[in-house]
């Protein structure tokens, strides 16, 4: 659902609210450097008056005192003003990444699995980066414009009320009506130069994932021509966006000068009819011409708005995605007893893949799974770990059903080794233990014997300490699978369910691990999915995936 551009600006307006004291600062000291800038230049045009003798307002050592206190006030508090935005913004992109983790957190993983992975990561890295502009440069500019507005018509109609009203029109043409007329302009680019960057992100970060594959099948020009098109259709939305800000930058200069010079044809009209001064001529224009500073500022924000706001859109997207499963915080505690689906029904979208699937897996007891491919087997484990939600019947451990556990507690009491075991970029040992970080080294060596790793680690450069990052891609499936297995045994869970364990791996090695996990099952429920007849095996019970899949 596209939602309106004033509910994205409310929504990223409300994250200020902790923060307003340092935004009523970063408004006062701008809204008073502008006036110290204005100021130079009317004190500047009052100079020149006093100079040929048409005004003397004050002595030249006051002029020049003046103009110094302005000059340096100008500088200090644009650096006070700058200060205080910076820190609102980076406090805040701070507060919007926590949040934005914590959400991913939330939507993992069954909202996660099927997405773009670099889409994910230019959300999370640019769009997040492009907030800086809303929160340094957009709020106070907007505040200090309307503040400075206000207080430069009052002064200027100190001169004459009827110029006070025109200086207001002035400022509301440009920090109002062409804003509003640029970012119309430019409504869609700014997010589809945004999605482009995303989809992008996501095509280049599966090419280099898959750059085997591609080298392999010869794929490689076909590739490099769609990250070409690609790369020219972001270039072009975002060249389109740079016209878009130079054409408004032009229109903001002319029209800025064009009610410059009306203003000076208005002067010299009440002057003629005697209700101004000729100094007041001067002064009325200059003053005018030297205060567009806050508004332009506006005037430039009509186009880069639409790229912050289709940022924040994306962002706002992810904060408030609703997860599939929804986290039990005060659900019960996870019984160590048998687990039962009775009559449940399961598809992903179309895709019905447990079709009224009733069954049971007897507690301390290892029982092995086996049918075609995609039958759904290693989408009953994730039903059991209740990555997913059933669409009808129950999963139930014991007599609780799964949605009634405790989120965390559920986790605890299941080990779930899925069929691709992801390194981190950390030494062997860190790999290991961070699934039970308490534990010692004697337990990982423990936990690496029974995985029939052991031998392999110590043989590495560095044994345990040796870095992943530096084998690079020189783990084989079977080293990478029995990691995979080590951690299972180290974190020590009641359930423990394995998706394939011992498809990569040599008949010693499998012999040796299913030696552990026998051992182990007195204990443990375990259910272990596996096509191989040499490991399913071992099982005490064996059951056929014939879950009725049906194709949508
Ligand atoms: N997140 C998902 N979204 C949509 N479809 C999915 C998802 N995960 C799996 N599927 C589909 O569900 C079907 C069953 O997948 P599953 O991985 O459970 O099969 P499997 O029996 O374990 O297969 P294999 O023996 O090949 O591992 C497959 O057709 C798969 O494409």
Not at 15 to 27: E, I, N, Q, S, T
Request: with cysteine.
């Amino acid at each position: 659902m596209k939602r309106s551009r004033v509910s994205i600006l409310y929504a990223m307006l409300g994250l200020v609210r902790p923060l307003w004291l340092w935004m009523v600062c970063a408004v006062g000291l701008g809204a008073l450097g502008f006036f110290c800038s204005i100021m130079i230049t009317v004190f500047g045009a009052l100079g020149i008056l006093k100079a040929l003798g048409a005004a003397d307002p004050f002595s030249w050592p006051f002029f020049f005192g003046m103009l110094a206190v302005f000059g340096i006030g100008r500088g200090v508090l644009r650096y006070g003003e700058q200060a205080s935005n910076h820190y609102i913004a980076f406090k805040l992109l701070a507060l919007i990444r926590d949040r934005v983790f914590t959400a991913l957190r939330r939507l993992c993983p069954a909202k996660l699995e099927g997405r773009g992975k670099g889409d994910l990561i230019s959300r999370l890295t640019s769009d997040v980066e492009l907030l800086e502009v809303f929160y340094a440069h957009t709020i106070s500019p907007i505040l200090i414009a309307l503040v400075m507005s206000i207080l430069m018509s009052l002064l200027i109609a100190g001169l004459h009320p009827l110029l006070g009203v025109y200086a207001l029109v002035s400022y509301s043409i440009v920090g109002i009506v062409l804003p509003l007329l640029l970012s119309r302009r430019c409504s869609d680019l700014g997010m589809q130069s945004r999605q482009r960057a995303g989809a992008f992100s996501s095509y280049l970060l599966e090419s280099l994932r898959g750059l085997t594959q591609t080298l392999q099948y010869a794929d490689g020009e076909a590739r490099l021509a769609s990250i070409r098109h690609q790369s020219e259709a972001l270039s072009k939305s975002e060249g389109e966006l740079r016209i878009q800000s130079g054409k408004g930058s032009a229109l903001t200069g002319t029209v800025i000068h064009t009610l410059s010079l009306l203003m000076l044809g208005l002067c010299c009209l009440l002057h003629q009819q005697g209700m101004i001064s000729s100094a007041g001529v001067l002064l009325g224009f200059v003053t005018l011409l030297s205060s567009f500073g806050p508004v332009t500022a506006l005037a430039n924000l009509g186009v880069t708005l639409q790229n912050t706001l289709a940022s924040g859109e994306r962002i706002l997207e992810l904060l408030e995605e609703e997860p599939l499963v929804e986290e039990n915080r005060e659900g019960c505690e996870v019984s160590d007893e048998d687990l039962e689906l009775t009559q449940v029904s399961f598809a992903y979208e179309e895709e019905q893949i447990l079709n009224d699937v009733s069954l049971q897996i007897r507690s301390h007891q290892m029982t092995g799974i086996h049918g075609p491919s995609g039958s759904g087997k290693s989408t009953l484990l994730k039903l059991l770990m209740r990555f997913w939600d059933v669409d009808a019947g129950s999963v139930r451990i014991g007599n609780d059903d799964v949605r009634d556990l405790r989120t965390t507690a559920l986790r605890a009491h299941e080990s779930y080794m899925t069929q691709d075991t992801h390194l981190f970029h950390d030494t062997i040992e860190n790999n290991i233990r961070f699934v039970r970080p308490q534990a010692t080294h004697e337990e990982v060596v423990e936990a690496c014997r029974k995985a029939s790793i052991h031998d392999f680690i110590l043989s590495l450069p560095q044994g345990y300490a040796t870095n992943v990052a530096e084998l690079g891609d020189s783990l084989s499936g079977g080293e990478r699978q029995r990691i995979g297995l080590a951690r299972v045994f180290l974190y020590d869970a009641k359930l423990v369910l394995l998706d394939e364990p011992t498809s990569n791996l040599d008949s010693l090695n499998e012999a040796v691990i299913l030696k552990a996990l026998d051992e182990e099952k007195q204990e443990k429920t375990i259910v272990l999915v596996s096509h191989r007849p040499s490991t399913l095996r071992i099982c005490d019970v064996c059951m056929e995936a014939d879950f009725g899949r049906k194709r949508g």
